[in-house]
Each structure stands twice: as structure tokens, then as C-alpha cells.
């Protein structure tokens, strides 16, 4: 079983940047696809953003689209959300989540794909 922990979080100003990190404990990280997801207080848990296993393969939602990249270093048992340009609408506490199965863009966005959920990081965006 894998354990992961989200750190990078923080207070920033719109428009700034932070890095997200997921770290994998227990299991390596290359044999999980991961995603990142978001929830903001009284809002479901929204998809972010995912990478499969070799990292060959990425998906995001359509409002972090050219300011949020999702990459991951294996060797580092790590997977990074860098976050750029950001707004007050992306203050949210974000979870990492991994899955073993084969990676599919169909449910790369679901919730309810993935096994393990760290528990998340805040991010919180001044305007």
C-alpha cells in the first residue's frame, strides 16, 4: 500500500506561482497513475489535473489549461502540480490521489478511479 503526502502549499498573491508535491511512501511511485484534485469549502472535490506511470501521458481541466503543469519524477518518488498565474477562483485544499490500473483519459478525472488520497495541501490565493 502506498502512502502519500502533499506539501508546497501556502499563501500567495494572484497572479504568483507555487509548486505542489506529492511524495509516495511504502510503494514506488512509478507504479501509480496520479492525479491531482481540489476542493474548495462548500464545492465538490474537482479534477485537476493527472500523469500516468511514465509520465507519457498527462490530462487537465479546461481552467488550469496553460498555467498549471503536471510532471513527476520517479527516481524521486514525487509528482509535482506547478502552478502558475494563479487566481483567487483556484483556492482550494489539493489532494494527490494514485491508482495501479492501466491509465485512461476516460476516468483520469474521476474521483472514484483512484485508491489513495493523501491529505492535501491548502492553497490560498489573495486578490
Known amino acids: 500500500q502506498v502512502q502519500l503526502v502533499e506539501s508546497g502549499g501556502g499563501l500567495v498573491e494572484a497572479g504568483g506561482s507555487l509548486r505542489l508535491s506529492c511524495v509516495a511512501s511504502?510503494?514506488?511511485?512509478?507504479?501509480?497513475?496520479i492525479g491531482w484534485f481540489r476542493q474548495a469549502p462548500g464545492k465538490e472535490r474537482e479534477f485537476v489535473a493527472a500523469?500516468?506511470?511514465?509520465?507519457?501521458?498527462?490530462a487537465s481541466v479546461d481552467s488550469v489549461k496553460g498555467r498549471f503543469t503536471i510532471s513527476r519524477d520517479n527516481a524521486k518518488n514525487t509528482v509535482f502540480l506547478q502552478m502558475n498565474s494563479l487566481k483567487p477562483e483556484d483556492t482550494a485544499v489539493y489532494y494527490c490521489?494514485?491508482?495501479?490500473?492501466?491509465?485512461?483519459?476516460?476516468?483520469?478525472?474521476?474521483?472514484?478511479?483512484?485508491?489513495?488520497w493523501g491529505q492535501g495541501t491548502q492553497v490560498t490565493v489573495s486578490s
Open positions: 490521489a494514485a491508482q495501479p490500473r492501466l491509465y485512461s483519459t476516460s476516468y483520469a478525472s474521476s474521483a472514484s478511479a483512484y485508491d489513495y
Open positions: 511504502g510503494r514506488a511511485i512509478s507504479l501509480y497513475n
Open positions: 500523469v500516468s506511470k511514465s509520465g507519457s501521458a498527462t
